[in-house]
């Protein structure tokens, strides 16, 4: 499967943006699909994550509360909603897949399909 996001761009803080991850090649409904994110000169971390079956989704303590995953398996696509973002949140945003869920959903070696990435600026 391959995967594009698509979305960023630059926010002031407070405000709210729409990623998307849009996949093609497969039947997208099948895969588990995560966001992550990379600041420059930190490591790759997770952001939130959606079952393709039944489960809800999960958000690092970071984010949770102020983002919202969704996926529109109709569309082949992923969505992360950003609200209330911080400068913090700065950061190329990467979504990921993989099809067999997996207990170790954080950790972005577990994941098989990658997105080029999307640039998200917030300014303060």
Known sequence: VQLQASGGGLVQAGGSLRVSCAASGRTFSNYNVGWFRQAPGKEREFVAVIRWSSGGPDYADSVKGRFTISRDNAKNTVYLQ???????????????????????????????????????????
């Open 82 to 124: 950003m609200n209330s973002l911080k400068p913090e949140d700065t950061a190329v945003y990467y979504c990921a897949a993989r099809t067999y869920w997996s207990a170790d959903y954080t950790q972005p070696t577990v994941y098989s399909y990658w997105g080029q990435g999307t640039q998200v600026t917030v300014s303060s």
